[in-house]
């Protein structure tokens, strides 16, 4: 916690910054006992102390459409009938528990097509190893469920009910790229074992880099277990076991994934749980991720094949790029050695992390035009991503 903290202290010293992603909220622990913290780096600066915590193209979109789909409800952005949405969504959004015989965890999920298929972060069921039990609540009931498949670096994993019942409900997705800064949202899950609860807030910032455990700066470099996520920035409140929930807009569509938040560290290494800084992954990498590992159990990333490192010497922010991997798709573009990437698809870059965040959550062969600076001029560089799995 801060060295002082509330209204009586408006000179409060704090610490130094940090970001955790949310875990799982573990179901033999007190509410005080809820969250383990993995540090991580989200591009935050000032002096608050924060922590941000994980809780508890390509291949055939089809898999989240469903006819059963949570009905679309008719969108007035301005006064949002949010009675309406959560009556529409809250059964394609179900309450996970991992059991492993000491203890467990708690999650959330969104249930994605009729057969039973559910995306979560896979920091929520990350345990279930050997002899692990996964457990689905739908509309009070339990069902059994296995893991589809798992993506450490992206926080993505899916799992399939074993008996699902009939008429399922799932969601619709939305198209997260065209969310605005100011939209309103709506966040469904399963804080602190509390299924079905719904918050409300906007989205506060897109593209925001959220990164857990030591952030690479290989841009789209997948093996070494980093997470690292442009993320929705969104106020509605987000705590333990809400990983793995809904992000949905004014309609009830889907626009993200929640998976961690920022918090006030404290000394104990606890968390203070929803400060209104929350983060979720994008509906448009979720669905791409999602559909491969329902259809192989795995998932290809995204790959530019350079090295970069800040600029912190120059008035405009970017990833300075140190190494040119050979035969890579920023070799084919022309990329060199020197160049600092200042925009990725029409996005600002202003770190490393950042261009690594926005690259991966692009698709394999997809193009995109990157602006770089060059011996003092700027020029726009056309690419075709390539796999980083390859």
Excluded at 99 to 124: A, C, K, R
Excluded at 194 to 199: A, H, I, N, Q
Excluded at 250 to 257: F, N, Q, R
Excluded at 326 to 332: M, P
């Amino acid at each position: 916690m801060p060295a002082a903290y509330g209204p009586t202290a408006p000179n409060a010293s704090y610490g130094a910054p940090q970001v955790f992603a949310p875990r799982p909220a573990k179901r033999r622990a007190g509410i005080a006992g809820l969250l383990a913290v993995a540090v991580l780096s989200a591009g935050i600066g000032g002096g608050a102390a924060l922590t941000v915590d994980r809780w508890g193209g390509g291949t055939d979109s089809g898999t989240a459409a469903a006819s059963s789909s949570s009905q679309v409800v008719q969108a007035d952005p301005s006064n949002p009938n949010w009675a309406a949405v959560a009556s529409s969504v809250s059964d394609a959004v179900v309450a996970i528990q991992v059991s492993n015989g000491q203890g467990g965890d708690q999650g959330s999920g969104v249930i994605l097509d009729e057969q039973g298929h559910i995306v979560t972060n896979n920091h929520v069921i990350e345990g279930a190893g050997a002899g692990a039990q996964i457990a689905v609540l739908i509309n009070n009931q339990m069902f059994k469920a296995k893991v589809v498949g798992t993506d450490p670096s992206t926080d993505l994993a899916v799992i399939k009910i074993d008996s699902p019942p009939s008429g399922l409900k799932t969601v619709s997705f939305a198209d997260s790229s065209k969310l605005v800064v100011g939209e309103p949202v709506m966040a469904i899950g399963n804080p602190l074992g509390l299924s079905d609860t719904v918050t409300t807030g906007i989205v506060s910032a897109l593209n925001r880099p959220v990164t857990t455990k030591a952030a690479s700066t290989t841009v789209g470099d997948s093996s070494n277990g980093v997470v690292v996520t442009a993320a929705i920035q969104t106020s509605a409140a987000i705590n333990p076991g809400n990983s793995g929930g809904a992000l949905l807009n004014a309609s009830g569509e889907l626009v993200g994934i929640t998976s961690s938040i920022a918090s006030l560290s404290s000394g104990s290494g606890g968390q203070s749980g929803s400060i209104g800084i929350g983060f979720a992954i994008g509906s448009d990498q979720v669905r791409y991720i999602a559909d491969q590992l329902i259809a192989t159990g795995t998932a290809k990333h995204a790959q530019l094949g350079v090295s970069a490192r800040d600029v912190t010497d120059s008035a405009q922010l970017g990833a300075q790029v140190a190494e040119v991997v050979k035969g890579s798709a920023a070799a084919d573009a022309g990329i060199e050695v020197g160049d600092v990437i200042t925009a990725v698809g029409g996005v600002d870059v202003n770190s490393s992390e950042s261009l690594v965040a926005l690259i991966r959550s692009a698709e394999v062969g997809q193009q995109l035009e990157l602006s770089v600076q060059r011996g003092g001029a700027e020029k726009s560089v056309a690419v075709t991503l390539g796999s980083a799995d390859s």
